[in-house]
């Protein structure tokens, strides 16, 4: 494929195609394939189908739509493979090849013999998607070619409001449905496995007490003879996941000509077959959406991408100091939320296309990006940061009392970043001194205002998560003497979030400071409580021996903040950022089994027990410096180092996960994500990306 100026380099670029004939991302679990210079050809109206005898009855409307848009995507998008003729040489190889015309999809619990039928009752059968309702829906996609939907803002509420009509009618059809993509998307995060062996080659139906991982599996077959594309799995959200992985099996033939060309597809390497499964149940991304506001259309794109990778989890960080956009309803109770949003958001802004609207993402808004977010496979957990990185808009609450050291000009003394500001669960002041452990009590003003806060973002997501924040407490905002002296205040403080959640059904998501830091804060998480660790990726055993019945979501800024690096956002500091840039071999190189390896050591417990409790990890990405404009660049492909990490594990191809061997298969992702209207940053010049290590050192 190349030219190997070296020894070394030949080595380096041998390793690459040998576990690398087609350039897959996340690599999958079990993969064989044919010969470099096998194909098959595409047809240029390649039919997508669920398989003869599925029961129509159990299809939900969001399998439907998934299926409509990868028939549309496979049909429309030209990728040149990444090689210095960009596939020209295999013109004549694919001119003699087979010709596939379609892709049958087996989904074994909606068919017949799965008994009993666990998607929908006889009287809530849904049947499959409208014409006009799949119109409707298409215009909300940004991945639908190269058109105006991937390049133009969200148009105005006006028009939103007919969307958001359809899709809700359609989503309350899928929520309904026990086998939709998104009802599997939302479910409880775990290890738990089938009882019954799983074949996808052999198994006609699929098992009641399928696991977590389990519904995520498929098997994915594309033969060389012309013969349909097999894809099978015994979920919905399998069979999304496997779309997913046949969208990056395509590529185009260069054109032979200037202008607007649609290439003959093919696949090279045939016969192929994949065997998958996720590694990690929690595969996720945050995003934080106060220090910088983002319209919808940016989110949606975030999230197609993050589904084209397979990341499974958007940790949304809603509110902070900076700003809360969250826009709850008035609706008469105590204390009235809209005040947060109205007082608190940024205002207004102006579209490209001229329109303007507020910074705010309405209930309306919320519950569309949870549901748009879980029929791509995506479960969304929202986070209102609490006790500290809280200003705008709760000092509109009371007055301003709920508020301590507020947008203090000494910031640094009292916060992390500017402008500064926590609740006031304690005072130590001349006029107010509540720091006696024997009469403490949180504020009731605090408690109506927490509780109200975290009520109502439980009812806003479908997840069984919500997340109350809990990173950096400073003590001096209290005046206390130290970090240890908060501890007695936090104690009371978490159990209040911890009971309010657990009212509502649901389980917390919280920085590992809760759980790291303060021993007897980390007893009052409830069972199966995430624990978010962005320290040291060893402090995860501290959490867990603080608190042995928590699980930890690992994301630890050296390896994982992808707004790490460049300069400093403070006006009048020369310096770089606080911490260094997180390039993509550097998060490429985690690896969460030594950090497993030394939880079981300091645990002194089984290592198979231990894992349990690593539910998997996440990328981050914090916006001072990060807006609409350049989501895109700072977030990708480097976030999908993080989606190999969690899906695929240790190893590649049976080999422990390298860079190098990597390389090429992350490059041909950029492009992959730049054809999608995804401004993904080069990561090398196109002399290097079309010649896998050819610039590298030796």
């Known amino acids: 494929m190349w030219y190997c100026r070296t020894a070394t380099l030949l080595a380096s670029a041998c390793l690459v195609g040998a576990l690398s004939a087609n350039a897959l991302w996340p690599h999958p679990t079990n993969y064989t394939a044919g010969k470099d210079d096998t194909f098959v050809r595409i047809s240029s109206d390649l039919s997508f189908q669920l398989v003869d005898g599925t029961d129509q009855s159990r299809v939900p409307d969001d399998l439907t739509q998934a299926i409509t848009d990868s028939a549309k995507l496979a049909n429309t998008i030209d990728v040149w493979e990444l090689t210095p003729d960009r596939g020209e040489s295999h013109r004549d190889g694919v001119g003699k090849a087979a010709l596939i015309a379609s892709v049958q999809i087996k989904v074994l619990e909606l068919m017949p013999e799965t008994t009993p039928n666990l998607c929908v009752e006889p009287s809530k059968s849904v049947g499959t998607v409208e014409n006009s309702m799949l119109q409707l829906r298409a ?144 595969r996720g991304l945050m995003l934080d959406t106060a220090r910088n506001w983002f319209d919808l259309a940016t989110i949606r794109k975030l999230i197609d991408s993050m589904s084209f990778v397979k990341l499974n989890q958007l940790h949304w960080h809603g509110t902070d100091t900076q700003s809360w956009p969250l826009a709850f309803n008035k609706d008469g109770s105590d204390p009235d939320l809209s005040v947060l949003a109205e007082t608190g958001s940024y205002g207004w802004y102006q579209s490209e296309n001229g329109t303007v609207e507020k910074m705010v993402y309405t209930e309306e808004d919320v519950e569309y990006i949870v549901g748009y977010a879980a029929e791509r496979g995506i479960n969304v957990i929202i986070e209102t940061d609490m006790p500290a990185h809280m200003l705008s808009g709760v000092e509109a609450i009371d007055g301003g009392s709920l508020m301590a050291c507020p947008e203090q000009l000494d910031w640094i003394t009292v916060a992390a970043e500017p402008p500064s500001g926590q609740l006031r669960i304690v005072s130590n002041s001349t006029e107010s001194d509540t720091t006696d452990i024997n009469t403490f009590k949180i504020p009731d003003a605090i408690v109506k205002l927490v509780s109200a806060i975290l009520r109502k973002t439980s009812s806003l997501s479908k997840s069984l998560y919500v997340s109350s924040g809990g990173d950096e407490p400073n003590f001096h905002c209290w005046n206390l003497s130290s970090e240890a002296a908060m501890e007695p205040y936090l104690r009371p403080f978490m159990e209040l979030v911890t009971n309010v959640t657990a009212a509502a059904g649901k389980r917390g998501l919280v920085w590992e400071e809760m759980a790291v830091k303060f021993p007897t804060v980390a007893k009052t998480l409830a069972k199966g409580s995430l624990v978010e660790i962005w320290n040291d990726p060893n402090n995860s055993a501290i959490a867990l021996k603080n608190n042995p019945d928590i699980n930890i979501v690992l994301a630890p800024y050296t390896y994982s903040y992808l707004d790490c690096g460049g300069s400093n956002f403070l006006g009048n500091y020369t310096g770089n950022n606080w911490c260094p840039y997180v390039s993509w071999q550097q998060a490429y190189s985690f690896d969460p089994s030594a950090v497993i390896a030394n939880a079981t050591a300091v645990l002194a417990k089984d290592e198979k027990l231990v894992r349990q409790s690593f539910v998997g990890g996440e990328m981050a990405v914090w916006t001072e410096q990060i807006d609409r404009t350049n989501l895109d660049s700072r977030v990708w492909p480097r976030a999908a180092a993080g989606a190999e990490i969690w899906w695929t594990g240790e190893t590649v191809g049976g080999k422990k996960r390298d860079k190098v061997e990597a390389l090429s298969r992350i490059l041909d992702l950029r492009w992959r994500l730049v054809a999608r209207g995804v401004g993904a940053e080069p990561l090398q010049p196109q002399w290097c990306a079309t010649r896998p290590g050819g610039c590298n050192m030796h």
């Open 139 to 282: 215009l909300q996609q940004p991945f639908q070619g190269r058109g105006d939907a991937i390049d133009d803002p969200l148009q105005n509420r006006q028009s939103e409001n007919e969307e958001y009509i359809a899709v809700e009618d359609n989503r309350s059809n899928v929520w309904s449905n026990a086998c939709s993509i998104s009802s599997r998307a939302i479910k409880q995060l775990s290890y738990n496995v089938s009882s019954k062996p799983l074949n996808l080659e052999t198994d006609k139906s699929a098992p009641s007490d399928l696991g977590n991982l389990d519904a995520e599996m498929y098997r994915l077959s594309v033969p060389s003879d012309g013969a349909s594309i097999q894809l099978t799995s015994y979920t919905s959200i399998g069979a999304l996941r496997g779309l997913q992985t046949l969208m990056q099996l395509i590529y185009a033939l260069p054109p032979l000509q200037g202008g607007k060309v649609q290439s003959q597809h093919y696949i090279s390497n045939v016969p192929i077959t994949i065997e998958d499964r996720p590694g990690y149940p929690y």
